[in-house]
């Protein structure tokens, strides 16, 4: 089992599209977030969850919430996905799927990097856990969860 409610996510940087080092430690004490794991770069379901969370981004920033997306694409990758789809948000890569252990994201039945999304409150508490092959219900339903913080 992953994370649940009430859980506080551990904490742990990565590199985002540009290759810096984002830590998780700048965002815990000042904003809720919304992480969604997911399988890969460019792939039709992940487009459609990325895309998905971009076209409600406004909704996210105004519940006072940053985005987060995670895989395991490197850098590189996430670059051109984020400016092929136009993304505002930040992409991280976990290319040695370090962060997905922390989280014990677990491959889905196919074998795949599973997809997985975390609502978590500014003191680090996991609100919401969603777990689904299925792409579409997580854009919605983290919002919904932040209605509630």
Do not use: Q, W
Request: aromatic share 10%.
């Amino acid at each position: 089992m992953g994370l649940k409610v009430g859980d506080k996510i551990p904490f742990f940087s990565l590199p985002d599209t540009f290759g810096n080092t984002f830590s998780i430690e700048d965002i815990i004490g000042k904003k809720n977030l919304v992480i969604f794991f997911y399988p890969k770069d460019n792939s039709p379901g992940c487009t459609a969850e990325a895309c998905s969370f971009r076209d409600h981004y406004e909704d996210f920033l105004e519940k006072g919430a940053a985005v987060i997306g995670i895989s395991a694409d490197s850098a590189k990758s996430h670059a051109k996905f984020s400016k092929r789809n136009r993304l505002p948000f930040v992409l991280l890569s976990d290319e040695n799927n370090k962060v997905r252990k922390l989280f014990k994201v677990k491959n889905n039945m196919f074998l795949l990097p599973g997809r997985e999304t975390y609502v978590i409150d500014k003191e680090g508490k996991v609100a919401m856990v969603f777990n689904s092959v299925n792409a579409s219900g997580h854009m919605k339903r983290a919002l919904k969860a932040l209605l509630k913080l």
